[in-house]
């Protein structure tokens, strides 16, 4: 029935696109109201680009029509946009958008096809919210390899706390890089038994001091689910008195 009366309701290209640049309303929230209601009577296989936005929040509500009919190729051309703000509105659907985005390519390709059109801080963002979308070991280590040998260590890094425990190991115990106090703890708390060969690896790069200082959030998280580790660690840093133990 509702699939019926769906039907009924579709509206045509021309109805649409009259109707979207009409929509009415004293304020913005009350246009994007009357957006939604006419997404409700819209066919999602209107093509969309046929919108010739007239101003800011028109192209505001386009993006936002890309979103709601989840279109990806749509959706991966305005992440080329370097638009930050429309960028981020589709980052901030990483929930569904990371999964629809790998049904429409692999992982190279999102290193060779995707990554070299868009900007360095593009770059990051996405791959900060796919280190934690990824849940597999295995598609994080490819995905790590991929970027590594494309752009290098400094990128590929932060993809490690979706990455394999053996490969965050090597990585911190080979190479000079920085891990934020988020990054380790996801690592900690996804991977507890290599916390402290972790731990130990940093101190070749950074002072005991620094690691307490900069790292205390993952001190308060070990004090809370291992004391047995938290007081091997403790008589290395002594971390009483920043935690105020």
Known sequence: YKRTLDNKMAISVEEFLTSFHSLTGTTIGERRKNLHFLLRRTNGNIDFNLIQ??????????????????????????????????????????????????????????????????????????????????????????????????????????LLPCCSADLILQCVKNLKIEITSRQLLIIVKKYPHITEDVLDSLKYFASKEVILGKYNVVFCHILKTDIVLFHKLNQVYDSRPRLGW
């Open 53 to 158: 936005p007239k101003t800011p929040l028109e192209e505001n509500f386009k993006v936002q029509i890309f979103l709601h009919f989840k279109k990806i190729p749509d959706l991966i051309d305005i992440l080329k946009s370097e638009n930050p703000i429309f960028i981020q509105k589709i980052l901030n659907e990483s929930s569904w958008f990371l999964s629809e985005l790998f049904k429409h390519l692999t992982f190279e390709d999102l290193v060779e096809k995707i990554f070299p059109h868009v900007s360095f801080n593009t770059k990051v963002k996405l791959i900060n919210k796919l280190s934690v979308h990824i849940k597999s070991a295995q598609d994080g280590d490819q995905l790590f390899y991929a970027i590594q040998k494309r752009y290098g260590n400094y990128l590929a890094t932060k």
